[in-house]
């Protein structure tokens, strides 16, 4: 049963960093490419990134490059997203994704906040 467990979410100030893990169960985490997404209030489902099985391969909503980083540690099953200088319009719920056979599989997401 694939799981995927997300973390790290909360209230930051604009300008501040947050890291947020997403922890994976069920299935081959080492020889799966993960993604991250948002979804902000009102609006649809955005892609954020993606990082390949090995760690090697990273790609990124071009709005977001150089801002978010997504990075992986394959020994704890563990799928991160570093994001610094947020702003307001990063608040959203995020979600790490997993398509296995074709299906897509999403954690329960965890909630960010960016106000002052």
């Given at each position: 049963?694939?799981?995927?467990?997300?973390?790290?979410?909360?209230l930051v100030q604009p300008g501040e960093s947050l890291r947020l893990s997403c922890t994976a169960s069920g299935f081959p985490f080492n020889e799966t490419g993960m993604r991250?997404?948002?979804?902000?209030?009102?609006?649809?489902?955005?892609?954020?990134?993606?990082?390949?099985?090995?760690?090697?391969?990273?790609?990124?909503?071009?709005?977001?490059?150089?801002?978010?980083?997504?990075?992986?540690?394959?020994?704890?099953?563990?799928?991160?997203?570093?994001?610094?200088?947020?702003?307001?319009?990063?608040?959203?719920?995020?979600?790490?994704?997993?398509?296995?056979?074709?299906?897509?599989?999403?954690?329960?997401?965890?909630?960010?906040?960016?106000?002052?």
């Amino acid at each position: 049963q694939v799981q995927l467990v997300e973390s790290g979410g909360g209230l930051v100030q604009p300008g501040e960093s947050l890291r947020l893990s997403c922890t994976a169960s069920g299935f081959p985490f080492n020889e799966t490419g993960m993604r991250w997404y948002r979804q902000a209030p009102g609006k649809e489902r955005e892609l954020i990134g993606t990082i390949g099985p090995d760690g090697t391969y990273t790609d990124y909503r071009d709005s977001l490059k150089g801002r978010f980083t997504i990075s992986r540690d394959n020994a704890k099953n563990t799928v991160y997203l570093q994001m610094n200088r947020m702003n307001t319009e990063d608040t959203a719920m995020y979600y790490c994704n997993a398509r296995i056979r074709g299906i897509h599989n999403w954690g329960q997401g965890t909630q960010v906040t960016v106000s002052s």
